[in-house]
């Protein structure tokens, strides 16, 4: 890629690096006097020495920085000009899901998709299935039967959890489900951003995420749902019995939850990369 774009750039073109990783577009564009724009999703690269490697170049080359949330964008000292265009959802997913909104309001079931990972919160997930043995929980992880198996093993859990391997479709579960959660502690996991989340919502799903991160900046407590911290157990599971038991709470927390959705079409991204491009 360095040397293909090597030859074939010139100075008034702009190079759009889509993540840290294609870092041979942005050095060919860096010595072609090109404008070099990076979009970051995701900062917390692993092994360290390939982040240091990443970053520099992003900091060789690059004249502007696009983040997908707020959150990411303060993580950096990067001396860059910096501008927040959050992630949009297809538009097949958005058409789909608008076959089924409304539906919701009479679905009492929470709903968590994510990897099979302790600092997501698949054990303060089965804690709250525990909890509330009178609603249905669905998990849905990143992983195989078997996988799923051997995580659990020993375990004796809830009859309401229901345990799902990976899934190429998931509109079923936000279908059936009464609301939407992420519970990724921020201690070890902070999300950039919340694509599950954003998909809930847009199935008018309210949503209870972490308190920090790019995911808390899609849900406003007491708006379209509730901005809790994973390891406070008694005000989750006062959240979840608020929203399934005030009708009127929930009817208006559904309804602010797809309002909110719809800043995240691909339409509006499309309209706000258009005008960063466009910029002399």
């Not at 058409?95 to 929470?110: C, L, W």
């Amino acid at each position: 890629m360095f040397f293909s774009l090597l030859f074939f750039l010139q100075k008034n073109d702009v190079v759009y690096v889509n993540t840290v990783l294609p870092f041979g577009a942005a050095f060919a564009g860096k010595i072609r006097g090109c404008r070099v724009i990076y979009h970051l999703h995701e900062t917390s690269i692993r092994p360290l020495l390939l982040k240091k490697i990443l970053f520099a170049f992003v900091r060789f080359s690059a004249t502007e920085l696009v983040y997908v949330s707020k959150f990411l964008a303060q993580q950096d000292n990067l001396p860059l000009p910096k501008t927040v265009i959050y992630n949009a959802l297809d538009q097949e997913f958005i058409s789909q899901a608008s076959h089924f909104r409304g539906h919701n309001t009479q679905q009492k079931s929470v709903l968590m998709i994510c990897s099979l990972k302790r600092y997501k919160g698949v054990d303060t997930f089965v804690q709250l299935a525990r909890m509330h043995p009178q609603y249905p929980f669905s998990l849905v992880v990143n992983a195989t039967q078997e996988d799923i198996a051997a995580y659990f093993k020993g375990q004796k859990l809830p009859e309401s959890l229901s345990l799902y391997p990976t899934q190429t479709n998931t509109h079923p579960f936000y279908q059936q489900a009464g609301l939407i959660v992420n519970l990724s502690d921020p201690e070890v996991w902070v999300e950039t951003f919340g694509l599950t989340i954003l998909e809930g919502m847009t199935y008018g799903l309210p949503a209870i995420v972490p308190p920090v991160g790019g995911v808390a900046e899609l849900v406003t407590t007491n708006e379209n749902g509730f901005r809790i911290h994973p390891n406070d157990l008694q005000s989750l599971s006062i959240a979840i019995q608020s929203l399934f038991t005030t009708s009127s709470m929930y009817a208006d927390f559904s309804e602010k939850a797809l309002l909110k959705s719809q800043n995240f079409t691909p339409d509006l991204f499309s309209i706000q990369l258009r005008k960063l491009l466009s910029k002399n």
